[in-house]
């Protein structure tokens, strides 16, 4: 079921995001160097590695880690780079991954594929079972703030407790902790 609600709400986002996907990518074309679009190897349900896309907020040159990780990350940013994360544009081509199925609208954020701390606390608490998400319950209760152990701890009560209504309550959260620009660090 929940796929099904996957593919319908993604193709109907897609429709209704098509002007805003394409204004973006114009975007990042005109004030940086480089493709529109960032690819990052990411490791999804049961661990299986898989590339996701994002509009590209970091000039070409950016190590491939978690931005937590880096010493000064806004060094980094394009000249829009700063702007798509708070306003969470950068997101949009997500869309590919959850109409490919890789990814759901709301589950646990895939994790780079070098973020193995993140991956086996996971894994030992089962929460690789899980599809990753656009958003998820860690995303809204904290997103870039959170240490990895709170980040998991939260993974795994969604684990326990997903069900439709509890993503409809993460999703509503999500919208508004992005109006907000709640929780973004960089």
């Known amino acids: 079921m929940k796929r099904i609600v996957d593919l319908v709400v993604g193709l109907s986002a897609l429709v209704m995001l098509v002007v805003p996907i394409v204004m973006v990518a114009i975007l990042v074309k005109l004030t940086s160097k480089g493709s529109?679009?960032?690819?990052?190897?990411?490791v999804g349900h049961?661990?299986?590695?898989f590339r996701m896309p994002k509009f590209r907020t970091m000039q070409m040159d950016t190590p491939e880690m978690a931005t937590h990780l880096m010493n000064t990350p806004d060094t980094?940013?394009?000249?829009?780079?700063?702007?798509?994360?708070r306003s969470s544009?950068?997101?949009?081509?997500?869309?590919?991954?959850?109409?490919?199925g890789d990814m759901s609208f709301v589950g646990p954020r895939p994790a780079l594929f070098n973020q193995d701390d993140l991956i086996f606390l996971r894994t030992e608490r089962g929460v690789?079972?899980?599809m990753p998400g656009?958003?998820?319950?860690?995303?809204?209760?904290?997103?870039d703030t959170l240490p990895i152990p709170e980040k998991v701890a939260l993974d795994v009560e969604y684990l326990?407790?997903?069900?439709?209504?509890?993503?409809?309550?993460?999703?509503w959260m999500t919208f508004l902790k992005v109006l907000g620009q709640d929780g973004i660090t960089h």
């Open 128 to 130: 690789d079972q899980l």
């Open 134 to 143: 656009l958003t998820g319950w860690a995303q809204v209760n904290g997103r």
């Open 76 to 85: 980094y940013l394009s000249p829009i780079g700063r702007f798509l994360r």
């Open 160 to 171: 326990n407790q997903q069900s439709f209504w509890l993503d409809m309550r993460i999703l």
């Open 89 to 100: 544009l950068d997101e949009l081509p997500q869309l590919w991954s959850i109409l490919k």
């Open 46 to 49: 049961k661990n299986k590695l």
């Open 36 to 42: 529109m679009l960032y690819w990052s190897n990411r």
